[in-house]
């Protein structure tokens, strides 16, 4: 039988996940919802099949629904994930879990008082770069881990596919450390273990960050974040230094490894990580089956480390 599923939210994540579900075999997306009048309509002239509607809040006791997807901001995640799992529906999630952290706390809490299945959307819990160097890391080939870098770029911000939802340029909800930072940050976590802060500093432009750096440690490893927002061309890169070997993400999707030399392309074969198959993970989740992707108390670990960059900011 399908799960059949509601979606709040309906800009680019939210339409992006709208069409891979209504094409996956395990879902029937049911309804959908935005404020936005003009996000509705975009997507009824392309699904007249689903019920849409401009209140996200009455999707939670809606009996047609087995799941929830949440595509809105950041700051309602809460609200709209709370009054779900209370009715007995399990949650997908985008990242980050939250910007309070009194919201990311409720949501751990109420997620475990009732048993609901949850799960944040981070492209690193099943992109195959990312799969490849957990497998490596268990299996011992990279040695002792010495450390992690984590180093963005962006020309402006936000990013072009970005611009009409304006909550990810300011400094309330958005920014580079929330938006990208922290899949980055929760592949760490997966890795190595919380992150525990040493340091962060942080800047900000008229809106979000323009620079941030951060030390920390996972499991007593040195790890570091920084991002610009500056005249340099977008770049994503993620390094694992190992005793043995090293390894290095870059544009998401790319794995390079050192043995000491230069670093040198590794390919990759089978699937690799996808909003469908994310589904297909979240979708195993609610028929208690093993799942890959990353629960609610996950996402408040690495909202804790984010968070310290604006915490302390000066």
Do not use: C
Request: no cysteine; glycine share 10%; net charge neutral.
């Amino acid at each position: 039988m399908k799960i059949r599923l509601g979606i709040i939210g309906l800009g680019s994540m939210g339409a992006e996940m709208l069409s891979v579900a209504h094409r996956h075999p395990d879902f029937q997306v049911v309804a959908a919802a935005d404020p936005n009048s003009v996000a509705v309509e975009r997507v009824r002239a392309r699904y007249p099949d689903i019920a849409l509607g401009h209140d996200p809040s009455s999707m939670a006791d809606d009996d047609r629904l087995d799941a929830l997807y949440l595509a809105s901001p950041p700051d309602s995640h809460a609200g709209y994930a709370v009054a779900a799992m209370l009715a007995g529906k399990a949650v997908f999630s985008e990242k980050p879990l939250a910007v309070r952290l009194t919201d990311g706390e409720e949501m751990v809490r109420v997620a475990a008082e009732t048993g609901a299945v949850n799960a944040l959307n981070f492209t690193l819990s099943d992109r195959a770069a990312a799969v490849e160097v957990g497998r490596a890391v268990r299996a011992g080939e990279a040695g002792d881990i010495l450390g992690v870098d984590m180093r963005f770029g962006f020309p402006s911000w936000p990013r072009a596919f970005q611009r009409d939802a304006r909550w990810v340029a300011g400094r309330e909800q958005g920014g580079l450390l929330r938006e990208v930072g922290s899949h980055y940050v929760f592949l760490t976590d997966r890795l190595l273990g919380p992150l525990t802060p040493v340091s962060t500093r942080v800047h900000y432009g008229p809106a979000a960050e323009t620079t941030a750096f951060g030390a920390f440690t996972a499991g007593g490893v040195p790890v570091t974040l920084t991002g610009k927002v500056a005249a340099v061309p977008e770049s994503y890169e993620w390094i694992l230094y190992g005793a043995k070997r090293s390894y290095r993400i870059t544009d998401w999707s790319r794995l390079r490894i050192s043995d000491g030399g230069p670093w040198t392309e590794l390919p990759i074969g089978g699937p690799r990580g996808s909003e469908h198959t994310r589904l297909s993970a979240f979708a195993a989740a609610i028929r208690g089956q093993p799942s890959t992707l990353p629960d609610f108390a996950a996402g408040l670990r690495v909202q804790q480390a984010v968070e310290h960059f604006h915490r302390k900011a000066s």
